[in-house]
């Protein structure tokens, strides 16, 4: 089993839909959690950042966080076309930083 | 405020040949770290450079070598290069361990 777990997708969802995605995680020691957006042939893109349990929203993504159930989401409010691309989820455990295999997110016009 | 650097953005090798990529980190950051990105495989990490210091190594066999200077600007190196090393690799800067990685858009290495 791996440390992070994240379904890869490909999720098509029409523009103007919310977007859930997910990732679980095996391991407590995590204690950072972020979420970043990679297009295609550009590096990844930090999107959200947290620390604590509980929701953090910027504009139309908010990243909720269970630390009990090992389980952290990155909703996206009024999908656009512009947001397709792969998604990742990347903790911090110690001085490791690990990445979950990322979802492929196509948003249909 | 200028992003993470990494050159070049492509190279086209061929199997033996060594390679030197470079990465200059985000102003301040004094954390650099190298990741190899494939379809089948994501993200894996390669290894870690605080103040140049190698804090971190990720499972990759010995012809993958980096180094940092003391201007946190970091370089990787790939000796007898094989066909299984086609890869984006990826670096990114960060101010230290607890804080959110910031990477380059990587180099794109064909081996041919």
């Known amino acids: 089993q791996k440390e992070v777990e994240q379904d890869p997708g490909p999720l098509s969802v029409p523009e103007g839909a919310i977007v859930s995605l997910n990732c679980t995680y095996s391991n407590s020691a995590f204690q950072y959690f972020m979420w970043y957006r990679q297009y295609s042939r550009k590096g990844p893109e930090l999107l959200m950042y947290?620390?604590?349990?509980g929701n953090k929203e910027d504009g139309r993504f908010t990243a909720q966080v269970d630390k009990s159930s090992k389980y952290i989401s990155l909703f996206i409010r009024d999908s656009q076309p512009s947001d397709s691309a792969t998604y990742l989820c990347a903790m911090i455990r110690g001085q490791n930083f690990v990445f979950g295999p990322g979802t492929r997110l196509s948003v249909l016009p | 405020k200028a992003g993470v650097t990494q050159t070049p953005r492509y190279l086209i090798k061929t199997r033996g040949q060594q390679v030197t990529l470079s990465c200059s980190p985000i102003s301040g950051h004094r954390s650099v770290s190298w990741y190899q990105q494939t379809p089948g495989q994501g993200l894996q990490f390669l290894f870690e450079?605080?103040?140049?210091?190698?804090?971190n190594k990720g499972n990759f066999p010995g012809r993958f070598s980096g180094r940092q200077f003391s201007n946190s600007r970091s370089e990787m190196n790939v000796s007898t290069l094989e066909l299984g090393d086609s890869a984006l690799y990826l670096c990114?800067?960060?101010?230290?361990?607890?804080?959110?990685?910031?990477f380059g858009d990587g180099t794109r290495l064909s081996i041919l």
């Open positions: 450079y605080f103040s140049e210091t190698q804090r």
């Open positions: 990114a800067s960060s101010f230290g361990w607890d804080q959110p990685q910031h």
């Open positions: 947290t620390y604590s349990s």
